[in-house]
């Protein structure tokens, strides 16, 4: 550091990420950068994980900085914008006189090895980098509807999850009837990086289905049904949230899944969003059977105003998706609603031959597709290595076991899945499409919202 800051002629930018839970903030604002401010414009910019606490810490940190000279500022980075070219690093990174690089590369284990380098693809990469933040400085925030901003949570979870995986994942008769560690434990770091189905593909959806049944029509007793995590729990909370901060009288979110594990980040989560002021209960189950969801106190048929699920359907063969269908069908009342996705296999889009997806850019680079999303969650993780509590070897393994096992079952195309939910007496489909990276292959969700019919005469023929 000493030496590279003695060759500065005319300026210096620096990225830098900060995660004040896991180090000292005033490590970042040295006597040597402070010094060769006195003679340079010294810019840096720090990347916190998006939330109000790490904001408030982070912009103590620029303000200690400004007393020396440097110009700083803070940005904060949510686990979804890898859509983002070039992707911003998480990463120390500085880019001095506008022609050497100096970054720290990815590493398996502890520490990663620095990159000094004038390479012209680097330092181009560099200036757009930098370019990026200078014109997000100052930019007020997004308008219109999206979802809870869950970054810091997923990095405060995601270790928890992994490690209580190995210990409390007991199978799940429709992802993994003997062991579903190698999916509920990676899920939140692959959540983190983006790289699996999620409510966050889809926030304006989830955010507008969920207002709207909230407070419009006022659905209080909510079931969500199925939970790979806790993710699903958030976009319901915050949609029930009011100005106040206060959930709307009457909730009542109750979490149905076969395995503990998702159930227990959930409880977490509720514990800790919140300050445990919205009322959740968890309940191991198995959605289809009666019996279960009665020993396990879920309220009865007819008793729910919401049902919601995010890609939860193709989990299931045909067969019992249909199921599924009848059975969120029977625990609404009349006048109840379905909000969920369901992938469409039949607009998947594969990679070429020669390794370029056009339609994303070029991201996928290899035709095999297990190993094409191992080596996008290393270059991911390898940005966040910084911020994250796993080893990257290890997490490269949990990805790849997951590539290689998961399995979504084809419901159809959208026509087909329209025509489902009719055959199971749903009303007022409403269904639209959006394409979205995808998991191992790009593809496009249908977006479903579904009523139950309302009048009595429908309820009796039900009965009857």
Same mark, same amino acid.
């Given at each position: 550091?000493?030496?590279?800051?003695?060759?500065?002629?005319?300026?210096?930018?620096?990225?830098?990420?900060?995660?004040?839970?896991?180090?000292?903030?005033?490590?970042?604002?040295?006597?040597?950068?402070?010094?060769?401010?006195? /003679?340079? *414009?010294?810019?840096?910019?720090? &990347?916190?994980? =998006?939330? +109000?606490?790490?904001?408030?810490? %982070? !912009? @103590?940190?620029?303000?200690?900085?400004?007393?020396?000279?440097?110009?700083?500022?803070?940005?904060?980075?949510?686990?979804?914008?890898?859509?983002?070219?070039?992707?911003?690093?998480?990463?120390?990174?500085?880019?001095?006189?506008?022609?050497?690089?100096?970054?720290?590369?990815?590493?398996?284990?502890?520490?990663?090895?620095?990159?000094?380098?004038?390479?012209?693809?680097?330092?181009?990469?560099?200036?757009?980098?930098?370019?990026?933040?200078?014109?997000?400085?100052?930019?007020?925030?997004?308008?219109?509807? /999206?979802? *809870?901003?869950?970054?810091?949570? &997923?990095?405060? =979870?995601? +270790?928890?999850?992994?490690?209580? %995986? !190995? @210990?409390?994942?007991?199978?799940?008769?429709?992802?993994?009837?003997?062991?579903?560690?190698?999916?509920?434990?990676?899920?939140?770091?692959?959540?983190?990086?983006?790289?699996?189905?999620?409510?966050?593909?889809?926030?304006?959806?989830?955010?507008?289905?969920?207002?709207?049944?909230?407070?419009?029509?006022?659905?209080?007793?909510?079931?969500?049904?199925?939970?790979?995590?806790?993710?699903?729990?958030?976009?319901?909370?915050?949609?029930?949230?009011?100005?106040?901060?206060?959930?709307?009288?009457?909730?009542?979110?109750?979490?149905?899944?076969?395995?503990?594990?998702?159930?227990?980040?959930?409880?977490?989560?509720?514990?800790?969003?919140?300050?445990?002021?919205?009322?959740?209960?968890?309940?191991?189950?198995?959605?289809?059977?009666?019996?279960?969801?009665?020993?396990?106190?879920?309220?009865?048929?007819?008793?729910?105003?919401?049902?919601?699920?995010?890609?939860?359907?193709?989990?299931?063969?045909?067969?019992?998706?249909?199921?599924?269908?009848?059975?969120?069908?029977?625990?609404?009342?009349?006048?109840?609603?379905?909000?969920?996705?369901?992938?469409?296999?039949?607009?998947?889009?594969?990679?070429?031959?020669?390794?370029?997806?056009?339609?994303?850019?070029?991201?996928?680079?290899?035709?095999?597709?297990?190993?094409?999303?191992?080596?996008?969650?290393?270059?991911?993780?390898?940005?966040?290595?910084?911020?994250?509590?796993?080893?990257?070897?290890?997490?490269?393994?949990?990805?790849?076991?997951?590539?290689?096992?998961?399995?979504?079952?084809?419901?159809?195309?959208?026509?087909?899945?329209?025509?489902?939910?009719?055959?199971?007496?749903?009303?007022?489909?409403?269904?639209?499409?959006?394409?979205?990276?995808?998991?191992?292959?790009?593809?496009?969700?249908?977006?479903?919202?579904?009523?139950?019919?309302?009048?009595?005469?429908?309820?009796?023929?039900?009965?009857?």
């Amino acid at each position: 550091m000493q030496s590279l800051s003695s060759t500065v002629r005319n300026r210096v930018a620096q990225i830098v990420p900060f995660a004040p839970q896991a180090r000292s903030a005033s490590a970042f604002s040295g006597r040597l950068w402070r010094h060769v401010a006195q /003679s340079f *414009p010294v810019e840096r910019y720090y &990347l916190f994980p =998006s939330g +109000e606490e790490n904001r408030r810490q %982070a !912009q @103590l940190q620029v303000d200690e900085d400004q007393r020396y000279d440097l110009y700083s500022a803070h940005l904060p980075v949510t686990s979804g914008g890898w859509s983002a070219s070039p992707p911003v690093p998480m990463n120390t990174l500085w880019l001095i006189d506008d022609e050497v690089v100096v970054r720290q590369e990815a590493s398996g284990r502890g520490a990663g090895s620095w990159l000094v380098t004038v390479r012209p693809s680097e330092v181009q990469r560099a200036r757009d980098l930098v370019q990026t933040l200078r014109d997000q400085v100052g930019m007020p925030a997004a308008g219109g509807l /999206s979802g *809870p901003d869950i970054t810091q949570w &997923l990095l405060e =979870s995601a +270790e928890k999850v992994f490690n209580a %995986a !190995q @210990l409390s994942c007991t199978g799940s008769e429709y992802i993994d009837d003997k062991d579903c560690e190698w999916y509920h434990g990676a899920w939140q770091y692959l959540r983190l990086l983006d790289m699996v189905s999620s409510p966050t593909w889809h926030p304006d959806f989830y955010a507008r289905e969920l207002r709207a049944a909230i407070h419009e029509r006022g659905a209080r007793r909510i079931l969500i049904s199925g939970a790979a995590d806790w993710t699903t729990l958030a976009f319901v909370l915050d949609a029930a949230k009011l100005p106040s901060g206060d959930p709307v009288p009457g909730l009542d979110v109750h979490v149905v899944d076969l395995c503990p594990t998702p159930l227990m980040s959930c409880s977490w989560f509720t514990r800790r969003w919140g300050d445990g002021r919205f009322p959740v209960t968890t309940h191991q189950a198995n959605v289809l059977r009666t019996g279960d969801l009665r020993k396990q106190g879920v309220p009865p048929e007819g008793s729910f105003d919401l049902v919601v699920a995010d890609a939860f359907l193709t989990r299931f063969a045909p067969v019992d998706a249909r199921r599924v269908l009848r059975k969120w069908y029977k625990l609404l009342r009349p006048g109840g609603s379905v909000v969920t996705t369901v992938r469409l296999h039949a607009r998947n889009r594969y990679p070429d031959r020669d390794g370029a997806d056009p339609e994303f850019d070029g991201l996928r680079r290899v035709t095999n597709q297990v190993d094409d999303f191992e080596l996008r969650l290393r270059d991911r993780a390898g940005v966040w290595q910084d911020m994250l509590s796993i080893d990257l070897e290890d997490l490269s393994r949990a990805g790849r076991r997951y590539a290689k096992r998961i399995i979504s079952h084809d419901l159809g195309d959208a026509d087909h899945i329209a025509t489902a939910f009719k055959d199971q007496r749903f009303h007022e489909i409403c269904m639209d499409s959006a394409r979205v990276q995808g998991e191992l292959v790009g593809t496009e969700y249908a977006r479903i919202t579904a009523v139950r019919p309302g009048s009595r005469a429908a309820a009796r023929a039900d009965k009857d």
